[in-house]
Every structure is written in C-alpha cells, then in structure tokens.
C-alpha cells in the first residue's frame, strides 16, 4: 500500500457562487472535485467503501467497466493503484484496441493503463451483457475472483460513500442540487438529506431509471429534471460550453461537459425562471469529471466546435 486514502474522512469547502440581492436566493458549490487528484468527486465516495471491501475480503483484483473517457475508469485505476491492487478495466468498444497497440490512446485510457489497469476492450453487444451472471462468471473464468464495481461504481457501498457528502452543516440549505448517471450520488444525498430538504438531480440522460434510485432510498423528497435541453449524454452545444468559460473566468473554477456544467446550467436556467421561492439557500454538489477536459476538446476541435478555456 503505498499511501492512505479511504482511511481519512474528507469534509469538502464550499464557495459561494450566485447570490441575488433582490430575492435572496442563494447557490453555494460544494468542491468535492478538491478531493484528490484522480481519485475525486463523487469517484472518491463511491469507491471509498468498495475499495475497503475488496482489502478486507483480501482480493487482490478489481474489475470494473466504463467508456473511453470514463471518469469512473480514471478513479478506479488511481485508486487500484495507492492500494497496491490489480486492476480490470472492461472497456466499451471493440475498435479502441487498435489504439492501444498503436500507443495512441486517448488521455483518460492512457492515464489508466500507467496506474496498471489492464484494459480489456469488448463489442458494444457483448458490453451490454456486463451484469449477466454467465457473463461474469466468464470473466471469473478467465482473471479470477476478482472484486467486481459495476459500471460507474454504483452499488449500495457507493451510496453509503455518497451519504457522507452532506454534514451537519449542510442543513442550512434548503435544496439539495446534484447531476445524475447511475443514480448511486442522489441516492446517497437523499438517504442523508433532512426532513425539509428536497433533492434536485439533473439527469445527463435523455431519460432516466427512476426505479434504480428507488432501490437505495425509502424517501420521496427528491425530483429528476431529465435532460431537455442537450438531447442526451455527453452532447452539448455552443451555449453551454459559453456558459462554462464564463463561470469559470468569474469564479476560477472548472466544470465538466458532462455533469456539473450542464447542471449548473440548468439550475441557473430554474432560477432566471423563478423557480425558486425568495430565501432560498441551494446547495450544489461538484463532483469532479475534470479529467475528462483533455479529451473533450479534442474532440471539439475535430468537430470544429468552440472549447472549454481552462
């Protein structure tokens, strides 16, 4: 083991983004992106948990799947790494190994395989049967008794990981705002959420499995806003990559494309709208994805498309 992680309990500052003098509606952001270098976010909370599990079962592999610019894929190499444990990355995307034997990965795929990852490139139909038990028993087969994370960590470690975002203090804010994927960050806030709070996820999907959130938590104080504005995950548009470079120039702080940007976004979308009653305090949850900038502009400027300014 080459450092601890997991082992200290992260209490992350909040900066005071938007406030209306008029109305008295206020959005502070929690910087859970501050965590830690590569293991950040809500990454950080989702494998804090499952990482401690898979030491005190002694397993000595972790398997894990995601994408080519997963930022779940980044953390859970880096993390592997500081733990002294192998590493399994499952990879959407058969054609991508043609890149690995030609050294020209993409940032995020790179910086996994130098934490140790191996990275096992598969069809997307083949992906697609990630949680069939002959499909892990398959890879069982093949690398052992590995320790399995699903796919964006979410399992119900991840929303114990998740709860421990909000503290005491917390409960002074009024709403709750997070982005959504797999549903493991919001479960986790809403499960630690206090009675005359309400938990706002903006989803990064065209649709989203309310159900899988409703398998972590027994309240009901919570509300999807799906995505009507970016037309699904990981597309974006010239407004929103505007709207980043000006938060950023007048606050210093990154966001990601995919998660954080497009729900700040739309969080200052509801309030211009009027949305929000006079008074109230929102608290915003940054969870990291920053690591994905490199790739994302890269992609931009093939496309001929405006970049992020970081």
């Known amino acids: 083991m080459n450092a601890p992680l997991f082992e200290n309990t992260f209490r992350s500052r909040i900066d005071r983004i938007y406030f209306n003098s008029k109305t008295h509606i206020s959005v502070d952001l929690k910087r859970e992106d501050e965590i830690h270098a590569h293991v950040s976010g809500n990454k950080f909370r989702k494998l804090k948990y499952n990482v401690l599990e898979a030491i005190s079962k002694k397993r000595q592999t972790i398997l894990t799947y995601g994408g080519a610019f997963s930022n779940h894929i980044c953390a859970t190499a880096s993390a592997a ?23 020209a990965l993409n940032s995020t795929l790179t910086f996994a395989q130098k934490q140790g990852m191996q990275l096992v490139f598969v069809d997307r139909e083949r992906y697609r049967l990630k949680d069939e038990i002959s499909e892990i028993d398959t890879l069982r087969e093949k690398y052992g008794d590995f320790y399995r994370v699903p796919e964006g960590g979410t399992n119900i470690l991840a929303v ?24 493991g960050t919001i479960a986790g806030l809403i499960n630690a959420s206090s009675a005359h709070q309400n938990i706002y996820g903006f ?84 969870t990291g994805g920053l690591q994905g900038i490199e790739g994302f502009n890269q992609m931009q400027i093939k496309k001929g498309k405006p970049i992020l300014q970081f």
């Not at 790494?81 to 050294?103: F, M, V």
């Not at 503290?167 to 959504?180: L, M, P, R």
């Open 81 to 103: 790494n500081l733990y002294g444990l192998k590493c399994i990355g499952i990879i959407r995307g058969e054609e991508l190994k043609k890149y690995a034997d030609s050294n």
């Open 160 to 183: 114990k990981g998740c709860e421990e975002i909000l503290t005491q203090e917390d409960k002074i804010y009024d709403i709750i705002a997070c982005c959504v994927g797999t549903g």
């Open 203 to 286: 989803s990064a999907l065209k649709g989203h499995n309310h159900d899988q959130i409703s398998t972590y938590t027994k309240k009901d104080n919570w509300k999807i806003f799906e995505d009507n504005v970016f037309n699904g995950y990981a597309k974006t548009n010239p407004q929103l990559i505007e709207f980043m470079n000006d938060f950023y120039w007048q606050t210093l702080i990154k966001l990601d494309p995919i998660y954080t940007g497009k729900m700040l976004y739309r969080l200052y979308d509801l309030i211009e709208q009027n949305h929000f009653e006079n008074g109230t305090k929102i608290l915003a949850i940054h």
